[in-house]
């Protein structure tokens, strides 16, 4: 491994900034082309094995911010991110779709994207479900995942198992074949390096090309990097914000995009809790706009879901292992926007719902609800203030009555579309193959150029694109003789 | 097709002078299978009108009330069916929903279990599922309870109280019909049409809501099925036309069938905006919560909305062949009105 240590003074051919599904591709991409690549990513480098996944001590160490990230709005939505080597895909649900080919299309239609061709991305898709062994889980799924099958076989919807990237051997729990398992070993055998813990402030801009990146070390220390090129790979809050510290207009950080979900908590008669793993199946009956599945379950965060009606809820707490937790997640027509504020470390998130999203979570909350009650569930607690305990169908009408968003705690983990990729330069902060309008030398490549939502679980889609477009810039010929 | 009962001998129709249920009675009374019909009015006058229909039995009752179920199902015995389409829309005070959709369905189930009915078909609504939450969404035959205003909760109610007297023995099945059209309208159908004829029917927002229509003898149809189909026992079926329609295909559909009719159509110009839409729902909210009930509100209101059901479940398991679409339905009922002498 050639983890290397953040110095004052650096250089690379090309700078790699983030080391999740985009950077780590780009990177193994570019070092096999034989580029000379240094990643840079802000967190740590944590083997997986040595913090239990899903748990509070995972949030507090490879999640920004301890987990707690708030789009504002009405609702406000909480947010996650990754910040460690492999990004998001330490601490996701490991759950692979491909690009789905209806998305692909339209697009290439909408943001004028030129030379996207499906074929090409779905033949990159299958490399990469061959380098993270995607697929089903071998045996019978947990009991949680089971509920999902089972309320939707009784209602006659719609639902499958996702595949997932783990790797299972003998009855053994599965390893998931995550970015420091996978793109980014392979990078460094090709050559990358990666340095950790290091965060780059700015891009240093000489009219369209960047010179340098201003860097904080670990000890605090200010330094340097100089580079030929330069991919940003933060992710779709901190590319844009990097771009908008380094003063690169265009639109940059006007559209994120999420999969605003809404939850609940059931409990059913059996012991069910599953506290280290997330359910495989999926309800997709009313796919896109509405898709349900299972959400991590551990104590702490069954606690967190029945807070919202805590007065009336609490009491299910001491029973939390017959409880799992479920979402109802939404593609959504609201926007946000990144915003960088000087002297803030962080950007400001906003994003707003509009009046068709609410209506969609409160169908899907509500929708959710009767699929648990078929499952078998004796109490269903939704989370929004003043929700009501299900037990019965008319208890969903009166959950219905008193539920609007505002009052829900709503929160996402997809974040995209915040420098989407186009030739129209009027949506487009980044052209067809990720360079961003207006510069020379920085590229984007992460989830920021999927120029809207994809409806869904959009790591394969990320990491499809992202190795596209670095083929294209490897086949380029720049930084050769 | 499913398994299917022969006629039973007596069948019961409830709410009998009403549009679905003229319509069931003209096909009862056409059908030799079906050897004695047994009606329930409302009043004397409705019992005149539906005697002149052929040959029938009247009780004349309401349905709100505890007795009226008991003395409908006397002597009926148990080789009957009931047909429990009786039930109130459009009240002035909005607890006369309560007093005959909800409670008069629970009086009906419980004389009907008590009887040892073959079958009850109970006639719900769309209005206990609320509105699609987008122009694309469709109900599926099962969705969580979300009722529209006083009339979804008391349609709501009313289907509760047939499932829990399921679970306690009786054989019944629910048939749940969206926005009916055809002969036999009441004439809250005909200020539609006159509407639309004077070009003054309001399009809220963009006119691209769906609409699950079903035509009167569709719905027989359906009603029929789930009469006669002995799996259907338990369940609850969407009995609408094969697909939704948009408002501005409605809109054009029923101008193009008054004017095929020999009708003068003027060009639909009312286009409202769809915060127009929302402002009157909040005011039906307000003035339902206020105990009354007024109509235009409340049809401008949910005209804001997408109502659309998916029939599937209806076709796969009674069999349920829709025959009839909007244009063809439309035109057969403004020549249904021309002939009874109804002003358009």
Not at chain 1, 183 to 205: F, N, V
Not at chain 1, 232 to 253: E, N, Y
Request: glycine share 10%.
């Amino acid at each position: 491994m050639t983890i290397v240590p953040a110095t004052p003074r650096m250089d690379a051919d090309v700078l790699v900034i983030g080391s999740g599904a985009g950077g780590a591709t780009t990177a193994a991409v570019l070092a096999e082309a034989g580029l000379d690549v240094l990643v840079v990513e802000e967190g740590e480098w944590i083997e997986q094995g040595s913090i239990v996944p899903f748990s509070l001590e995972q949030m507090d160490r490879q999640y920004r911010a301890g987990g707690v990230t708030v789009a504002l709005g009405l609702p406000s939505i909480a947010y996650t991110e990754g910040r460690c080597a492999g990004g998001g895909t330490e601490i996701n649900s490991g759950l692979y779709r491909r690009p789905p080919a209806d998305v692909i299309e339209r697009w290439t239609r909408d943001f004028d994207i030129a030379d996207l061709d499906y074929d090409e991305v779905v033949s990159i898709a299958g490399d990469v479900e061959e380098a993270l062994d995607v697929g089903v889980v071998p045996g019978p799924s947990t009991a949680p995942s089971d509920v999902l099958r089972r309320g939707a076989e009784r209602l006659g919807w719609q639902h499958s198992e996702i595949p997932r990237w783990m790797k299972y051997t003998n009855g053994g729990s599965g390893q998931r074949q995550s970015m420091t398992r996978t793109y980014l070993p392979r990078a460094m055998a090709a050559g990358a390096r990666i340095a950790t813990g290091c965060r780059i402030d700015s891009l240093e801009m000489g009219g369209r090309t960047a010179r340098s990146a201003s860097t904080t070390l670990p000890d605090g220390r200010r330094g340097t990097i100089r580079f030929g090129d330069v991919f940003v790979c933060g992710g779709a809050i901190q590319s844009p914000a990097l771009l908008q510290r380094s003063r690169i207009d265009g639109p940059i950080g006007r559209s994120l995009a999420v999969h605003p979900t809404v939850k609940l908590a059931a409990r059913f008669a059996d012991e069910l809790n599953v506290p280290d793993d997330v359910a495989v199946h999926q309800v997709k009956e009313f796919a896109p706009e509405l898709s349900f599945g299972g959400s991590a379950s551990q104590p702490g965060l069954v606690a967190l879901a029945l807070s919202d009606q805590w007065a009336t809820f609490s009491k299910a707490i001491t029973d939390w292992r017959r409880i799992s937790l479920y979402y109802a997640a939404i593609t959504s027509e609201g926007r946000g926007r990144v915003r960088t504020v000087r002297g803030l470390h962080d950007p400001i998130v906003t994003y707003g719902l509009t009046r068709r999203d609410r209506a969609l979570l409160g169908s899907g909350l509500a929708r959710l609800t009767l699929l648990m009650l078929e499952a078998g569930a004796e109490e269903v607690y939704p989370s929004f203030r003043g929700a009501p305990i299900v037990r019965a169908p008319k208890d969903v009408a009166t959950m219905n009555g008193s539920f609007s968003a505002s009052k829900a705690s709503v929160m996402t983990v997809h974040l995209c579309s915040t420098i989407p990729m186009g030739q129209d330069r009027a949506q487009c902060g980044a052209d067809s193959f990720g360079r961003v309008h207006g510069t020379d030398n920085v590229w984007v490549n992460d989830a920021s150029l999927l120029p809207t939502a994809p409806g869904v679980n959009p790591q394969g889609t990320v990491m499809a694109l992202a190795i596209r477009n670095a083929r294209r810039f490897a086949a380029s010929g720049r930084h050769r003789g | 097709m499913a398994e299917q009962f022969a006629a039973p001998r007596t069948t019961v129709v409830t709410g009998a002078g009403g549009w679905l249920g003229r319509g069931l009675v003209h096909r009862f009374l056409h059908d030799p299978a079906r050897r004695h019909v047994k009606l329930l009015a409302h009043s004397t006058a409705e019992a005149h009108a539906l005697a002149s229909l052929g040959d029938v039995e009247i009780v004349i009752g309401d349905i709100g009330r505890p007795d009226t179920a008991r003395r409908l199902l006397h002597g009926a015995g148990t080789d009957c069916d009931v047909i429990h389409t009786a039930g109130i829309i459009h009240p002035r005070l909005t607890r006369e929903f309560f007093e005959i959709n909800a409670n008069g369905t629970r009086h009906l189930v419980e004389a009907a279990g008590g009887h040892r009915v073959r079958r009850l078909v109970h006639v719900s609504s769309n209005s206990p599922f609320g509105t699609n939450p987008h122009a694309n969404d469709t109900f599926r035959a099962n969705e969580p309870y979300n009722p529209y205003y006083g009339y979804g909760v008391s349609k709501m109610q009313a289907e509760l109280a047939v499932f829990e007297a399921i679970d306690r023995g009786l054989d019944a099945t629910i048939v749940r019909p969206p926005w009916f059209y055809g002969p036999f309208q009441p004439p809250r159908q005909t200020v539609f049409f006159r509407m639309i004829r004077a070009g003054r029917f309001p399009v809220v927002g963009d006119g691209e809501q769906r609409r699950s229509m079903v035509y009167i003898d569709n719905l027989v149809d359906g009603v029929v099925a789930a009469e006669l189909t002995p799996a259907a026992s338990g369940n609850a079926y969407w009995i609408a036309d094969r697909r939704p329609y948009t408002v501005n295909e409605i809109v054009e559909t029923v101008g193009r069938a008054l004017a095929d009719e020999g009708l003068e159509v003027k060009p639909n110009n009312v286009h409202v905006p769809a915060i127009a839409g929302r402002t009157a729902e909040f005011g039906d909210r307000i003035v339902q919560r206020l105990g009354r009930y007024q109509q235009q509100l409340h049809v401008l209101g949910e005209m804001n909305h997408t109502i659309a059901c998916d029939i599937s479940r209806a076709m796969n398991e009674l069999g349920y062949d829709p025959r009839v679409e909007l244009y063809d339905g439309m035109r057969a009922s403004v020549r249904w009105c021309l002939d009874e002498g109804v002003e358009l």
